[in-house]
């Protein structure tokens, strides 16, 4: 009881403790009988505050449970008090992080029994992730302040903030209908995702793609191919290496790739196709691998946008693992800060045919004293192997904007004939 007084109520304590020594010393009866009421008075403030808000249930309740960054979710909270005891003053705060504006406090006066009170507060994500909004704590005090209780009404709640989607037109060439993912296109790409052949090693083949198992068998050198371009399907390669980025929070570069990742899945689903969506390294996301591609187009599109939510920066330091991370389909890959090297063994692994695009983003520009050079040299390279690149400069530049540029260089006389 004593844990709940105030300053106040300390004070008033302590002054009734020197009102009765004061009373025993003088024999003054008429201050004992002072020292009396103000010993009572914090003490009944503090039985009635503790019992305050013991009698108040809430329910907590989110519309809606997920929303893009930017997209205002509303928060309801519905109390009920089943006490008949006056309540004083409830004060009700439900925590928030900061990504969501903070925490939300809000005054209730005086309950009823049996009456229901409904509070409503909003917040708008800043940060796409997982949040938890709570735990909603009660503060119960009597009207003269003398003391004051806390408790816990309701624990977290899930609060899923997703990225933001934009909407994008057009589809770069060889990406429309009649590529072999309409109708039973993505049960071929399915099935064509663990085909492989193998064949004789040959002078510039990459020792990592030596099928060792065939090679033991054989006794001769055997390298693992893959040929799948005709089967259709389209992969997203999302670079998600904590080193190829720059930035914090909502500004960094990796949020702006995750963004146009979420787009470009977005997009293609929504144009019939189903993508797959992979990290750095071939890594599935979501990680069940290839599960979502045999749900219906909506269903599959919010696990990825539920994967991508979760999404944490990747402490691998290469691109890839010496594999093609689309296995044969098309690939669009959203590429943070990536050196010569990783672009050349990028390129090398891709077969030849197979559409590949690129979102080469110059992480640097997202530091105030950024200069981002090396870009240039990697966006040079991908384009003379066959690759259709376009370079996004800054956090400013709209991913729409860079969507259509991609898919009108797509379309470029040059760029076909270096593909083919």
């Known amino acids: 009881m004593f844990s709940g007084l105030t300053i106040r109520g300390r004070c008033l304590l302590a002054a009734a403790v020197a009102s009765a020594v004061c009373a025993v010393v003088l024999d003054e009866r008429d201050l004992l009988r002072v020292a009396v009421f103000l010993a009572a008075l914090p003490l009944f403030a503090s039985a009635v505050s503790a019992r305050g808000g013991t009698g108040l249930t809430a329910h907590r309740e989110l519309e809606p449970r997920r929303a893009e960054v930017g997209t205002a979710a509303t928060v309801r909270l519905r109390l009920t008090s089943r006490s008949g005891t006056p309540l004083g003053e409830v004060r009700l705060t439900d925590g928030v992080p900061a990504t969501l504006g903070g925490d939300a406090s809000r005054a209730l006066h005086s309950p009823t029994r049996r009456r229901e009170a409904l509070v409503e507060y909003q917040v708008r994500p800043e940060l796409r992730g997982i949040h938890h909004i709570g735990p909603l704590r009660c503060r119960a005090a009597d009207p003269f302040g003398l003391s004051s209780f806390d408790r816990e009404l309701l624990p977290t709640t899930r609060f899923t903030v997703l990225p933001r989607v934009f909407e994008l037109s057009g589809l770069p060439n060889g990406f429309g209908p009649g590529t072999g993912e309409t109708g039973s296109g993505s049960a071929r790409a ?13 002078q510039g083949d990459d020792i990592r793609r030596v099928h060792w198992k065939t090679t033991a068998r054989r006794d001769e050198l055997m390298v693992r191919t893959e040929e799948r371009p005709e089967r259709g399907g389209t992969t997203v390669l999302l670079d998600q290496r904590a080193t190829a980025h720059r930035g914090t929070g909502k500004h960094s570069s990796l949020e702006w790739a995750v963004s146009a990742a979420a787009s470009i899945c977005s997009h293609l689903h929504r144009n019939g196709r189903r993508p797959r969506l992979v990290g750095a390294g071939g890594t599935p996301v979501p990680e069940d691998g290839r599960a979502h591609l045999h749900l219906s187009g909506e269903v599959a599109e919010n696990l990825l946008l539920e994967a991508l939510a979760a999404l944490q920066p990747s402490a691998r330091r290469e691109l890839t693992d010496g594999a093609d991370p689309a296995e044969g389909q098309h690939l669009v890959a959203v590429l943070g800060r990536t050196t010569l ?3 050349n063994e990028l390129a090398s692994l891709r077969p030849a045919g197979a559409r590949s695009l690129a979102l080469l983003l110059n992480a640097e520009r997202w530091n105030t004293d950024g200069h981002g050079g090396e870009q240039a040299a ?18 400013a530049t709209p991913v729409p904007r860079v969507w259509e540029s991609l898919c009108e260089q797509s379309t470029r006389p040059d760029v076909l004939r270096a593909e083919r």
């Open 341 to 343: 090297a990783g672009a």
């Open 190 to 202: 399915g099935e064509g995702a663990d085909d492989s052949t193998v064949r004789e090693y040959r």
């Open 378 to 395: 990697v966006a040079r390279r991908l384009r003379d192997t066959g690759w259709t690149v376009v370079t996004v400069d800054g956090p």
